[in-house]
T-cell receptor, first 111, second 117 residues
């Protein structure tokens, strides 16, 4: 079946550097994408979303890029901080239905 | 706003017993609630989707007679794990989608850690 996956399972960066977390999706019908942050023992926390009619969306220190041609999604975190250490999931959604989660990337920020 | 709570946060039960997990939307009405299960170092796997006042829709491979879902009101959904076994030990997470605002947004609860001994 179709699925959402991530390119890298782990990412380690120095505090203050920028982080880029990637995600590949395979369902071309997906029209809404979300990035979540999950800290150990907690539920997912919404970071940023983007609809398929957009290529880029910016939030506070975060940017999501969507490339529909190659079905690729990325999350950029500027000036990464130790508090950003967590597992990051992308999720795809079709027509306001259920969300399908990717495998997750563990981000570790070294002080 | 858009807070979702779960109770209990963690529970330990003996094999063969049943356990109920509650999911509440505290400041909005949730027309749809989702139940996920997450094993260690794995992603969230959707178990079922429930709409208020109707039967839940279960994902393929999820036993509806084992995982009973009730969404009797716009602020409460419950998941009951019946005749629990050690392999049911997992992190159970609910999310809720409201009637107003963006129809896409889901708000997640903090999760319930179930350990079956």
């Amino acid at each position: 079946g179709e699925s959402v996956g991530l390119h890298l399972p782990t990412l380690s960066v120095q505090e203050g550097d920028n982080s880029i977390i990637n995600c590949a999706y395979s369902n071309s019908a997906s029209d809404y994408f979300i990035w979540y942050k999950q800290e150990s023992g907690k539920g997912p926390q919404f970071i940023i979303d983007i609809r398929s009619n957009m290529d880029k969306r910016q939030g506070q220190r975060v940017t999501v890029l969507l490339n529909k041609t190659v079905k690729h999604l990325s999350l950029q975190i500027a000036a990464t901080q130790p508090g950003d250490s967590a597992v990051y999931f992308c999720a795809e959604n079709i027509d306001a239905g259920k969300s399908t989660f990717g495998d997750g990337t563990t981000l570790t920020v070294k002080p | 706003g858009a807070v979702v709570s779960q109770h209990p946060s963690r529970v330990i039960c003996k094999s063969g017993t049943s356990v109920k997990i509650e999911c509440r939307s505290l400041d909005f009405q949730a027309t749809t609630m989702f139940w996920y299960r997450q094993f260690p170092k794995q992603s969230l796997m959707l178990m079922a989707t429930s709409n208020e006042g109707s039967k839940a829709t279960y994902e393929q491979g999820v036993e509806k007679d084992k995982f009973l879902i009730n969404h009797a009101s716009l602020t409460l959904s419950t998941l009951t794990v019946t005749s629990a076994h050690p392999e049911d030990s997992s992190f159970y997470i609910c999310s809720a989608r409201g009637a107003g605002g963006s129809s896409y947004e889901q708000y997640f609860g903090p999760g319930t850690r179930l350990t079956v001994t």
